[in-house]
């Protein structure tokens, strides 16, 4: 039959369409539904950063603080003006002296409401706190982009910030699961430095053991020659000043020291293998600079090889519960350590081991 | 037009469409690997004898921790690792 009505809805339907190719009315349901995807995973967010934080309110309600949530607010918008790096003169410095100036503050407010909180309980809370504000401000941001976008009906701002969500979402899960990590004080896998220098010390005879800023220097006989073990100070969540007192330690012996190794954990490459070891120059160490530049200083200053042996994991082996494979690689990397002071020094030598990474659950 | 005039055909079309797309979602989900939930262990060892001992973690625990006696001479084990394993499930 001619003229059927059902053809002429078909033919309006192919207009509709092109009509809408022409004006962009495609693209705006594809905005749409791109901002509907956003909206769901901030939703998600938002549960991970609320549950952080009243994670965090319930253990200080526990530790007989009233108002909890007063401190946790004051944490989780705590911010760190990075010093002006046009003009480099002394930044290293400038820099150091606001990381220590952050951790001053914390640690004091910190003190100030929880006077009588254990050395051990408030490196906890305080690594707690620093993840619930990292993933607060993760959803202030993404927020913040979603809202702009939506505003000035930028869709090129939500088509970008859409095709990130994956890998944010896999960050914001990886951080909220460490907080488990965190508040029980296990062992993490960016632990495994001081793991190793843990085992060094237990290796061999502690003839003297110090701690400066956080920071313990253990001085150990092991296959006749003298070794300075360094590592943050454990228990507690802790990444010390291994790079000053290493600085110091050399100074301190007039830089007669015949080699000194860095070891710490390194992110892995896409493919690459859990708990693979690397041996390398330079100092391995994660630090926004002042540490870092700290080792480098004193053994380019007085001539000392400088080695480093990497453990290599992505970053949610790394802020997660230690796992087994991680241990062995510990293992596997004190044996290769020990094989390198025999082969490159002499008896009667003196070195220096750092361990570097976060101490947590690891003791000395 | 005879397209949009035959609704079984259309109708085809779209079943296909939608099983073809469930199918591939099903293989992409397949070819994930999944994470195994995972426990945490707590590993000690004899100061004396050398004696290994792996136990379930429980809070408090840390590295270098004398936690127990050797089921074996008796002397206090210290605990050596804490590291997450696994956990097998039953198929
Ligand atoms: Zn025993």
Redesign the interface.
């Known amino acids: 039959m001619p003229g059927?009505w059902?053809?002429y809805?078909?033919?309006i339907?192919?207009i509709l369409f092109f009509l809408m190719l022409f004006t962009g009315m495609n693209q705006k349901i594809q905005v749409k539904l791109w901002a509907y995807d956003i909206r769901n995973k901030l939703s998600i967010i938002k549960r991970y950063a609320d549950d952080s934080r009243s994670r965090i309110e319930e253990i200080l309600n526990k530790l007989g603080v009233r108002e909890p949530s007063g401190i946790v607010n004051k944490f989780m918008n705590f911010f760190m003006i990075e010093p002006v790096d046009i003009e480099p003169t002394d930044i290293i410095r400038r820099l150091d002296h606001l990381i220590r100036s952050r951790e001053r503050i914390f640690k004091d407010s910190l003190a100030r409401t929880l006077p009588e909180l254990g050395k051990y309980e408030r490196s906890l809370l305080e690594s707690s706190l620093e993840i619930a504000s990292v993933l607060n401000y993760v959803y202030k941001s993404i927020r913040h982009y979603l809202l702009l976008g939506e505003k000035y009906n930028n869709w090129v701002l939500l088509m970008q910030l859409q095709f990130m969500m994956p890998e944010t979402m896999k960050l914001v899960e990886t951080y909220y699961k460490s907080l488990d990590s965190f508040i029980?004080?296990?062992?993490i896998g960016d632990s495994v430095g001081p793991?190793v220098a843990?085992k060094i010390m237990e290796k061999g005879k502690i003839l003297s053991k110090n701690v400066i800023e956080d920071t313990v220097v253990a001085e150990v006989w092991l296959d006749n020659r003298r070794v300075y073990v360094i590592k943050a100070e454990?228990?507690g969540s802790n990444v010390g000043k291994p790079g000053k007192v290493l600085a110091d330690l050399v100074e301190k012996l007039s830089g007669n020291v015949d080699l000194v190794v860095t070891i710490d954990a390194a992110l892995k490459l896409e493919g690459e293998e859990l708990g693979e070891i690397a041996e390398g120059v330079g100092a391995a160490i994660g630090d926004p600079g002042p540490e870092k530049i700290a080792i480098e200083r004193a053994t380019s200053r007085h001539n000392i090889q400088l080695s480093a042996i990497v453990i290599k994991m992505g970053l949610p082996e790394a802020l997660?519960?230690?796992?087994?494979e991680?241990?062995e690689a510990?293992e596997r990397t004190v044996d290769y350590l020990l094989n390198l002071i025999k082969n490159a020094t002499k008896e009667g030598s003196t070195i220096i081991i750092a361990g570097i990474g976060n101490s947590i659950?690891?003791?000395? | 037009?005879t397209?949009?005039?035959d609704p079984t055909l259309l109708l085809i079309v779209i079943i296909l469409g939608v099983t073809v797309i469930l199918l591939q979602l099903y293989i992409e989900s397949r070819r994930k690997p999944r994470e195994l939930p995972?426990i945490?262990?707590t590993?000690l060892k004899c100061t004396k004898c050398g004696n290994v001992l792996e136990i379930d973690?429980e809070?408090?625990?840390?590295?270098?921790?004398v936690k127990g006696k050797c089921s074996k001479c008796g002397a206090p084990m210290k605990i050596q690792?804490?590291?997450?394993?696994e956990v097998k499930q039953p198929k």
């Open positions: 059927d059902t053809d809805i078909g033919q339907i192919f029980k004080g296990t062992p793991l843990y454990g228990p997660h519960a230690m796992k087994k991680l241990y510990v659950g690891v003791a000395q | 037009m397209f949009f005039n995972r945490t262990r590993l973690y809070e408090g625990d840390f590295i270098s921790l690792a804490i590291y997450t394993i």
